[in-house]
């Protein structure tokens, strides 16, 4: 069920396009309903695509090829770290791993208390500043050492009062 505020946020992104090209606004609604129930459920790409007026399947392709979108509930923080092949050839991987240890999760998981999700991602556009990581798609850390990776994993628990 969309909120007015919601359909209100959906009108200003789609006003941005010809009116018949509001399907360019895919990516805006879909970040909307990301922001307000932190991930994309199938109910809401529905919702997205009657609104937009375009099938389904086509809002899905969106949601499936940006590993931006969360195709299923994340912890509190989410942490991407790129591991294509410039990251890999410097500890990118080794940074994954040594967070799968600290968090006591596989890539792909969250921890049980629902503080955080840890994904791997393709590249991130700072190659030179590897290893790197997104938190919430919003946050770039760069140069991210084992005391850097342990650095933010403790300061953001201590924040939630879990240290």
Same mark, same amino acid.
């Given at each position: ?5 919601? =359909? ?7 006003? =941005? ?16 309903? /990301? ?34 979108? +969360?195709?299923?509930?994340?912890? =509190? ?6 591991? +294509?092949?410039?990251? /890999? ?6 940074? @994954? ?8 999760? =596989? ?11 840890? /994904? ?6 700072? *190659? ?5 990581? @997104? ?5 770039? *850390?760069?140069?991210?050492? +084992? ?8 300061? @953001? ?7």
């Amino acid at each position: 069920m969309m909120t007015e505020a919601t =359909k209100a946020r959906f009108a200003r992104e789609v006003a =941005k396009y010809p009116a018949d090209q509001k399907q360019s606004a895919v990516m805006a609604c879909l970040s909307i309903v /990301q922001q307000e129930e932190g991930w994309v459920s199938a109910e809401n790409e529905a919702i997205i695509a009657e609104y937009l007026g375009m099938p389904q399947i086509a809002v899905h392709e969106v949601t499936t090829f940006y590993n931006m979108y +969360n195709q299923q509930p994340t912890g =509190k923080y989410k942490l991407n770290v790129c591991t +294509n092949l410039p990251c /890999q050839l410097r500890d990118g991987y080794k940074a @994954l791993h040594h967070l799968e240890s600290k968090l006591g999760i =596989k890539m792909g998981e969250t921890t049980s208390d629902g503080m955080f999700t840890l /994904q791997q991602s393709e590249c991130l556009g700072a *190659c030179a500043d590897s290893p790197v990581m @997104l938190v919430n798609d919003r946050c770039m *850390c760069s140069f991210m050492t +084992n005391d850097k990776l342990d650095e933010l994993v403790d300061g @953001l628990r201590a924040a939630e009062g879990q240290a």
